[in-house]
Structures are given as structure tokens and as C-alpha cells.
Nanobody, 123 residues
Framework: QAQLVESGGGLVQAGDSLRLSCATSGRTFYAMAWFRQAPGKEREFVAGITWTVGSTRYADSVKGRCTISRDNAKNTVYLQMNSLKPDDTAVYYC??????????????????WGQGTQVTVSS
């Protein structure tokens, strides 16, 4: 079965950096993405990438601060986050979709989800 496992979250100060990892197994995917969900808010798209071409898409709120990448040999997707802000505090989820076009940004498009990793940014 397909499985996504996130890691790399933690407690950091504003301005710090983190790199989240999402290890995949069980099958191949068309695209991977990172979503985040803060208490009382809806799950929102952060960044996504396709496995083949490597096309990327970012939410406006993280453009210039975050970089999504993938390592085909390790079947792992990363999210490098720099200049973190308190507003970035959320549970970050890795998601995968088996087929698609472009980089989907709606949670409903994704078929598989990890359990999430907490990112807390203090001021």
C-alpha cells in the first residue's frame, strides 16, 4: 500500500529555517504537495511538484521563502522553508496524487496523505 511519512518539523524562532521531508513508498505518483493546517483554519496548499518534469507551484504566501524539491532515488520530497514567520505555524501534511495535469492545489485532488509534522515558529 502507498504510504507517506513526514519528518523535519519542530520549534524554531522567526527568521529560522526548516527542511521538511516526505518519504514515499508503495507506488509511484504523478505529483506531490505540501499542505498546512493551523488551528481553526482550513487546510491550505503550500507547494507542489510533479515527479517527472519537476514543475513546481507555490502559494503566494510562501513564494521566495520556500522551495520544494524531490529526490527520485530516495523517493522523497522536501520542503525547504526559510525566513519563517509565526504565521507559518501549522501542521504540515505531505500529499500525493496518482494522476493529474499541472500541479493541483486543492486538497480534494490528492489521493494520499501523511499524518503531518508540526511546525511552530515563535516570535
Amino acid at each position: 500500500q502507498a504510504q507517506l511519512v513526514e519528518s523535519g518539523g519542530g520549534l524554531v524562532q522567526a527568521g529560522d529555517s526548516l527542511r521538511l521531508s516526505c518519504a514515499t513508498s508503495g507506488r509511484t505518483f504523478y505529483a506531490m504537495a505540501w499542505f498546512r493546517q493551523a488551528p481553526g483554519k482550513e487546510r491550505e496548499f503550500v507547494a507542489g511538484i510533479t515527479w517527472t518534469v519537476g514543475s513546481t507551484r507555490y502559494a503566494d504566501s510562501v513564494k521566495g521563502r520556500c522551495t520544494i524539491s524531490r529526490d527520485n532515488a530516495k523517493n522523497t520530497v522536501y520542503l525547504q522553508m526559510n525566513s519563517l514567520k509565526p504565521d507559518d505555524t501549522a501542521v504540515y501534511y505531505c500529499a500525493a496524487v496518482s494522476a493529474g495535469f499541472g500541479v493541483p492545489f486543492l486538497p480534494a485532488h490528492y489521493n494520499y496523505w501523511g499524518q503531518g509534522t508540526q511546525v511552530t515558529v515563535s516570535s
